[in-house]
């Protein structure tokens, strides 16, 4: 790995980090490695949700998940962390701590759990990775696609109705029966289990870990990002057999506003489900609510900030990257600008409140800086942006072919890394301008590793030049 460049923060980048952190946690920029194992859709294995550029595997695909846990791939994963410094493919974190918006920052979540080792050991050794955990003390199931809603912001891996809606077929379940056995093994070791979906409480596997983790360890604490639409006597069971930390994925308090973002929703449904759901407030781990802050509800943000503060539970603010559109990147200088004054104003009405969670203020204060340095970012690029001649241009996308495929390789086999390359090389060769093959690069560029190779598996180069031309041809 030593080709590779690990991102790293200046002082002043993580003294505004670790301000938010408890000091004995500040050693490591992220404990994720050491902590934390990541189960992805399609059988991918890693240490967090976010990085799945550094993959220790595929379940049932050679060792066995606790063989991967301590192998030297993971180890020289652990190498690349230190106090200031994070592995390649952490570029999320990485960007939200250059934004300032460290209070949305995942890699906060892993500094919760018992530090694997003595504050008073924080040696050489263990920031070089040369501490092998024999247990993680986090899962992390993202196993399953199943879900009731088609979320604009959302996308056919993710959602089995998106799948259906695109005229799709089902995902290919990657996890077996045996997997279930599997994780049992490990569950006495568990502190934390965290689930995503899809809707967490429609996946069948999920169901039969909640059942298992009651059964093995009842003192593991799950998380669970569902959109609260799923109520039903065996959810409520699995809620009350266990502690259970509940994060309610909600845009708007406005039912326009909540329907237009999540396709298929009931604006009215969700409303009753929350109110039982602060009626056991006090029996769960914690509850929150979770928005992906985007140009549609932007505006509507105080209103769910309001909300949670009116009933003391924590709101999360979800940094949207993809589909673009739906990025506050996306947004007019001047519409965002109009957002930032909007928040300005509120922020002063918070500040001046007694009831509430003050950490809440705090968040919504991240989602504040963050918007200021989008603004700062687009004027700098307004000043530095050139065209790229048709020379760069080729080289750029030399380029970009070249670290996607190694990226599928890592994440599959060469023949599919090379069936991926050849179908791309066919798509941009086929674009008939020079401005399709730019927006081509940055596109490509940026895709979720994940649905690059779910699209490339399933469809071939000529259906996604068709997509393609459809979407960004202004012709």
Same mark, same amino acid.
């Given at each position: ?16 980090? *670790? ?14 490695? %050491? ?8 059988? @991918?294995? @890693?240490?967090? =949700?976010?990085?799945?550029?550094? $993959? ?13 846990? /301590? ?14 410094? &994070? ?5 999320? =974190? ?26 008073? %050991?924080?040696?050489?050794?263990? !920031?070089?990775?040369? $501490? ?6 986090? $899962?992390?199931?993202? +196993?399953?696609? /199943? ?5 604009? &912001? =959302? ?22 029966? !045996? ?24 996946? /069948?596997?999920?169901?039969?870990? %909640? ?9 593991? #604490? ?6 609260? +639409?799923? $109520? *039903? ?10 502690? &259970?930390?509940?994060?309610?994925? &909600? ?36 509850? @929150?609510?979770?928005? =992906? ?25 979800? +940094? ?18 109009? #957002? ?43 000043? !530095? ?24 390789? !890592? ?42 190779? +779910? ?5 071939? %180069? ?14």
């Amino acid at each position: 790995m030593s080709s590779r460049k690990p991102h790293t923060f200046s002082k002043k980048e993580m003294a505004k980090y *670790n301000a938010s952190r408890d000091p004995q946690h500040r050693h490591l920029s992220c404990h994720a490695p %050491w902590r934390s194992l990541y189960f992805g859709i399609q059988g @991918s294995i @890693s240490m967090c =949700c976010y990085n799945q550029k550094d $993959l220790l595997g595929y379940y049932g695909q050679g060792p066995s998940i606790l063989d991967l846990w /301590r192998g030297e791939k993971a180890q020289s994963i652990r190498r690349e962390f230190n106090n200031r410094q &994070m592995a390649e493919g952490c570029s999320r =974190c990485a960007q939200l701590i250059k934004q300032n918006n460290v209070e949305g920052l995942l890699a906060k979540k892993y500094d919760s759990a018992n530090s694997p080792v003595p504050s008073s %050991w924080i040696p050489k050794w263990y !920031a070089k990775g040369n $501490l092998k955990p024999d247990y993680p003390e986090v $899962l992390e199931f993202e +196993t399953g696609n /199943r879900c009731n809603l088609a979320c604009v &912001m =959302c996308n056919e891996a993710c959602s089995s109705t998106i799948r259906s809606n695109m005229g799709l077929p089902p995902m290919k379940e990657a996890y077996d029966d !045996a997997f279930i056995q599997e994780i049992k093994t490990i569950l006495p070791h568990i502190k934390s289990a965290h689930f995503f979906g899809g809707e967490p409480f429609l996946i /069948r596997h999920y169901l039969e870990i %909640w059942e298992a983790i009651i059964a093995i360890n009842s003192n593991i #604490v799950s998380h669970v990002s569902t959109n609260g +639409t799923i $109520l *039903n006597g065996r959810v409520r069971s699995i809620i009350a057999g266990h502690p &259970m930390n509940l994060s309610i994925s &909600m845009d708007a308090f406005s039912k326009e506003v909540y329907e237009k973002i999540r396709i298929n929703g009931d604006y009215e449904a969700l409303r009753k489900n929350i109110d039982y759901f602060l009626s056991i407030k006090e029996e769960l781990d914690d509850l @929150s609510i979770t928005a =992906c802050v985007m140009p549609t509800n932007a505006m509507d943000i105080i209103h769910l900030v309001s909300f949670c503060q009116e009933h003391s539970i924590n709101v999360f603010f979800n +940094t949207v990257f993809e589909p673009r559109e739906h990025s506050l990147q996306s947004m007019k200088k001047d519409d965002l600008a109009k #957002v930032l004054h909007h928040y300005e104003d509120y922020q002063k009405v918070l500040e001046h409140e007694d009831t509430g969670l003050s950490i809440n203020k705090r968040r919504f204060n991240g989602l504040i800086e963050q918007i200021r340095i989008l603004l700062e970012e687009e004027d700098d690029a307004k000043h !530095a942006q050139t065209p790229l001649s048709d020379k760069e241009l080729f080289r750029a996308w030399k380029q970009t072919l070249s670290t996607r495929s190694a990226e599928i390789q !890592a994440a599959t086999s060469p023949s599919v890394a090379k069936e991926a390359s050849v179908a791309l090389q066919k798509v941009f060769d086929a674009l008939p301008n020079y401005n399709l093959k730019k927006t081509f690069v940055h596109e490509i560029g940026r895709a979720p590793l994940k649905t690059l190779i +779910t699209r490339l598996s399933e469809d071939d %180069w000529k259906t996604l030049h068709h997509e393609f031309i459809a979407r960004f041809d202004e012709n």
